[in-house]
């Protein structure tokens, strides 16, 4: 083989790349990402006579779907891991390319397994979130079976993504992902308002959605990084292992950490059926759990607050990954330390900022309600005050979680990292959630240690001390062994 031809390469070069300009367009996606998904929110909410029943159920359903997601996509994390790895060591694009197809096939395969498993379980997991026979339920249950379906489109997707992420050309999926979004916002109108298809329409626009830009993604992955040779798609096992010992860590914990949130979301919703005529009422064919209406809020506005840091870790693995392919330890340090003195000033700025203004916060919600609802949330206001104070603390956390993640996740070494989260979380959720749950005596709206307040303190330990230990083990280095380090992880090659 010519060497030169083999060390032919198409990436865009460490020098043209910074860590701003890698983060600020996953800044700019997400922030799209978030109005779509409000947009997406208040076109259901505003159906005459059925909005808060499609609100709810779509709601819920969204939470069971994200797990789903995660179980399709936790390959991912390692794809990108590998590729930007092998382009800071200047590797041959054959190797590369390997990579590429190994994890493509393999997400396609983990795919339809999920899908049909997903097409088995999601009417059992709605148990724990809606009464079974009710409009919330059998919306939530019409709109969970045929969202699973977009799953078939979207992790391709996400892979091409990472690939493409790691070659430096972000703008190309940034492009993509926001004509996704505004390909299921404007359907989704569409469908809802205009043809009055309900909960089956917003899913049907997020399926062709997803489906349009993965073809737009396999165009630009044949333009940017290589010509898709069907010979070549195939499983390499060599390569199918790497991915696995850096991605399975990635993956798990991803899965624990929403499965968790899943079970979070079942304590809530129990609590409120648990105080009929406090936090649950029925209006003729509407079922208002106010629990569920709260931590809807307040999830929809923690996740904003989260999007900075999301962003910047996006671009900061980026970086990293080359550079922990090239052994600059200490630019990668350099580059984590940079993301998460941005992200944790914005991130705790925002956090204040919600707090103070979440009357109005709630006030928009009411906008999208029925007359049934609107008179109940003066209630949803005491609910949401302590959560929201909450999540000031919590963002702390979160945000060293999410950034000092990111230096060992570009080394491929995430175990420990995963292990700790994975405990700490269900030790905790264990402890607050079922106290909460079962030994909650009255409907005291600023109760500390029971109900909803004593959820979301558990999350903020939860997201506390796992910052702690992420922020610790990276500045300890022990993630940096010989039995793990980059050179090992090609032994196998």
Known sequence: MNMDKAKKTNYISDSKLSLVSLSIPFLFMSLASFAASIINTIVLAIVPNNGVVYAEAVGTASRIFNV??????????GIGVIVAQYVGKKKDEEDIHKAIYTSIFTIIIFTLSIFVFSEIISPFILFGYLKPGSDQYNNGLIYIETIAISLLFMTPKSAIGAVVN???YVKHTIIWNILGIFIDTGLTILFVIGIDLGVLGSSLGTIIANFVTLIYAIIILNKKVLKWNWK????DKKIFKKLLKISVPIGFEKLSYNFAMLIVGIFIAQIGLKFKGSFYFEEGTNKINLLNVSNTIIQTFSTIITITSIAFSQGGAIICARKMGAKDYAGAEKTIKKAFLISLISDVI????????QTYLVDFFEITQSDDVKKYFNIVKKIVFIPFLLL??????????IIYLTGPMSYGNLLYNSIFSVINTWVLLIIFGFVSLYCSSSSNYLDILYGMNGIYLFMMFDELFRGVFNYWWWKSKKWKKKKDNVENIEKTS
């Open 232 to 235: 070549k798609f195939k499983l």
């Open 392 to 401: 000031i603390f919590l963002q702390i956390g979160r945000t060293l979680n």
């Open 350 to 357: 925002l956090s204040i900022i919600l707090f103070f203004i």
């Open 166 to 168: 790691s070659y430096g």
């Open 68 to 77: 789903l997601a995660t179980l399709c996509t936790f390959i991912i994390g």
